[in-house]
């Protein structure tokens, strides 16, 4: 991930410069397009970039704006590559990993938890997405009693 692009550029310092031009453009426009392009590189990636890309704008944004959509950006990952047999965003990796980060966000504080509301949201509809999408696989193993107590304990 730190492997230079063209002219020094490192995939971690371009994800930053597209991910800030986004959280302070104040044309919506331009970042819908700036959401477009960084799933349009994240779907062209290999899943080794995809884990990182989103992890890194999960856990060291410091745009809830962008964290809020990054959650968006893995939902769109699970529903296109989760499928496919190589995959990891069709494995246990997505409970392990994922939302310990996503619900490590969640504050408890009234007015700390009304300003992020909108990620809050995304955070459960995307558990309830994934209860949904395991449910006839079973590839990610969730099991809805257990994962619940998880998520309580994220939240409570």
Not at 26 to 36: I, S
Not at 105 to 116: C, G, K, L, P, R
Not at 130 to 135: A, I
Request: hydrophobic share 40%; aromatic share 10%.
């Amino acid at each position: 991930m730190t492997k230079d692009l063209e002219g020094g550029m490192t995939f971690t310092l371009a994800l930053q410069i597209l991910t800030s031009s986004m959280a302070t453009c104040d044309r919506p426009h331009l970042r819908f397009y700036g959401y477009q392009l960084l799933a349009q590189c994240l779907t062209q990636s290999d899943d080794q970039v995809r884990l990182y890309a989103l992890m890194e704008l999960l856990s060291n944004c410091p745009y809830a704006t962008i964290r809020t959509a990054s959650i968006g950006l893995l939902k769109d990952q699970v529903i296109q590559h989760g499928r496919q047999p190589q995959s990891v965003f069709g494995t246990r990796i997505l409970i392990d990993r994922f939302l310990p980060v996503i619900f490590d966000h969640v504050e408890t504080q009234s007015a700390e938890f009304a300003d992020n509301l909108t990620f809050h949201l995304q955070a459960i509809a995307f558990y309830y997405f994934l209860l949904q999408w395991d449910k006839h696989d079973k590839k990610v193993e969730l099991k809805p009693r257990s994962c619940a107590q998880q998520l309580t304990k994220f939240i409570l």
